[in-house]
């Protein structure tokens, strides 16, 4: 016998139309399994941009929207940025207001974890041990943060920085004093986290394994910039670095390197990546391994499932074919319109263009394009000046440019990359042409 739904209180927070109190009621009642035509798991960046657009384009269906964390949809880029200095509260950083999932009659269940897939009964199992039936599937779960494998990881004080609550850990702290804190990570979420913290005043260590930051996404020439420009912010950046374990009894007080080298921490930060949240998945026989397998439509190996956003891997029409996970607000967005298209019976391909920013002190940072497997590069402008771009080339091509405080390079590369330009070297160092000249 199938087992029935037993939701906990918070679970059916925002079930409020009539329609879906209907159906709360009877499953309680024993009579009717919870289920909806659409169930996307995961309600961060793509499962909530993937409810907006059924209901865009038209999708009459029910939709329910189930999501580990408690909150409402928010955005994640924030918590390193203007969440996490103040500028900007919660509420201002919520995908869409409360009202409005009401409205559109997207179920939220929210503080629920999907534990199991079933993909015969097209069923979920939930953390409370209930049920709930689907037509169509929709993964949007996003990852974890990467933990650290070495002695003292667990020990209180060691913080990541991935959802609201990590935030609010942290935020605690530094309000209560913590200055001394040692970032592990040297990509955007450690850099930012480090610009961010330098304004209340905390003395920053950031460690990275490679011999530069932004290794895994950006040439040396960018990696260089903004090693020198948080250092002058008073970061102490050490690259190459190994660490043998954190000390401390129950808080961290240290992190000790593998040389010996005992690094004095109140907090440690770490941003080594994350870990795609596919189990439930995979245990399913999802193709997959680092992110679930899709296809240009989203579809993953399993009829009637859609895979989207961070937990995807995928062959990008702008990575040469390689297969790669893409961690962006854009990509997250992008998918998820294009699952709601395949869902409403009008299937388009996915091929947008990749990007992404980051802001680091007074400085805008802005990616287009994808740069992988790029055997050149061009300096447009002068990092001196704190305004200027990294184009990068694979066989004479425009592959992507990482602008900084450079927007009008960063709109018109686009096309360049779009259009596979191949303008010589000289032209596009050449800042007094505009990109858009060189189609
Ligand atoms: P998420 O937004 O992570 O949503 C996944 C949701 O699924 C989460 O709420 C998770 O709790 C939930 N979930 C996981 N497993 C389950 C389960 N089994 N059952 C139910 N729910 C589950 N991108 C940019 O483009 N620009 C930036 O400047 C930028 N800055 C960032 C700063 C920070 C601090 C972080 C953490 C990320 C940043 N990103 C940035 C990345 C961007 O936020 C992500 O790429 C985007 O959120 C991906 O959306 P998603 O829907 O795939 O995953």
New binding site residues.
Partial sequence: MRKLAHFKEPAYRHWCTARHTACRLGSERGHQLNRADVVI?????????CAIALRQQGYSGSIAL????P?L?Y???????EY?SGQKAFDRILIRQSSFWDEKEVRLILN????GVDTTLRELK??DGSAFGYKKLVW??????RHLTCRGADLEGVHS???RA??DRLKREVDGGVRDIVIIGGG??GL??AAVLTKFGCRITLLEAQSRILARVAGPELSCFYEEEHRAHGVDVRTGIQIEGLEGLDHVSGVRLADGTVLPADAVIV?IG?VP?I??LLAAGVRGANGVVIDEFCRTSLAGVFA?????AFASAYSGGEMLR????????D??ACVAKSICGNPEAYRALP?????QYDLKLQTVGLSVGYDQTVIRGRPADRSFSVIYLKRGRVIALDCVNMTKDYVQGQKLIEAGANPTIEMLQDSSVPLKDLL
């Fill in positions: 798991v995961g309600a961060g960046h793509g499962g909530a941009a189930i999501g580990s964390e909150e949809p955005e994640r880029p924030p918590l390193s940025k996490f629920s974890e999907v534990v939930l953390s949007s779960a996003g990852g974890a943060a920085i991935r959802t990590d935030c955007y979420i930012e986290a941003g994350i949240s189990e439930p989207l956003g961070d937990c995807t893409v961690e962006s607000v854009q990509n997250a967005n998918q998820a990007w992404f920013w980051s802001n």
